[in-house]
């Protein structure tokens, strides 16, 4: 079964700094795909980033990052110039890709990260 | 933009009773789920749908869960008879393929069972 942890129950940030959320997960899989989703205050979860595990070159989305590590099972996201915005619950998600190559969206969600950023 | 509408934001019902919660994918998409978030703790898948069938279920969603996309455009979770423990918010997602790509979830339901 796959698992995926959380370390930072709650983080914050000063507004127009760098912050780095953990994850780590758990899988004998081979191919899947990794997504960082945000829930702000409204409740609406928000895709931020996905990665493919097959794919070596970490993504990037604006002012959003990931470190990949494959062997190592962590899946980082990194958020520049910090905006008030950004304050929000983070979610690490794991899902599996079946056989045939598609998915039935299974997300695996860890326990989330309450961001804050501060002015 | 388009977005995954859920109906009602807040729903409380005493224990026991039969809930349906709703939702509205978006239009052009073809794969359904419902979430669900007990307080304080993590998302948890409940079931997909696709082609008018479950294609997958957690453990979770015992017989006391159902659901059913009755007009083609609604997509609808019923909880049976209620217990305290299925206090939660319901998230319903959509995407247009097997989820590889973006699964777009709605705003949440919160459920409350007194």
């Known amino acids: 079964a796959q698992t995926v942890t959380q370390s930072q129950p709650e983080m914050s940030v000063q507004e127009a700094e760098t912050v780095t959320l953990s994850c780590t997960y758990d899988t004998s899989e081979s191919n899947y795909y990794l997504f960082w989703y945000k829930q702000p205050p409204s409740r609406q979860m928000i895709l931020v980033i996905r990665q493919e595990a097959y794919k070596q070159q970490n993504a990037t989305e604006n002012r959003f990052s990931v470190n990949f590590q494959k062997a190592a099972k962590s899946f980082s996201l990194k958020i520049s110039d910090s905006q008030l915005g950004d304050t929000a619950m983070y979610f690490c998600a794991f899902m599996k890709v079946m056989n045939y190559g598609g998915s039935q969206g299974n997300l695996i969600f860890g326990k989330g990260t309450k961001l804050s950023v501060k002015p | 933009e388009p977005e995954v509408t859920q109906t009602p934001s807040h729903q409380v019902t005493q224990m026991g009773q039969e809930v349906i919660l709703r939702c509205v994918p978006i239009?052009?998409?073809?794969?359904f789920y419902w979430y669900r978030q007990i307080l304080g703790q993590k998302v948890e898948f409940l079931v997909s749908?696709?082609?008018?069938?479950?294609?997958?279920k957690s453990e979770i969603f015992d017989d006391q869960f159902s659901v059913e996309r009755p007009d083609g455009s609604n997509f609808t979770l019923k909880i049976r008879s209620t217990k305290l423990e299925d206090s939660a918010m319901y998230f319903c997602?959509?995407?247009?393929?097997?989820?590889?790509?973006?699964?777009?979830f709605g705003q949440g339901t919160r459920l409350t069972v007194v």
């Open positions: 239009s052009n998409h073809l794969y």
């Open positions: 997602a959509s995407s247009v393929k097997g989820a590889i790509t973006e699964a777009f």
């Open positions: 749908f696709y082609n008018n069938e479950i294609s997958e």
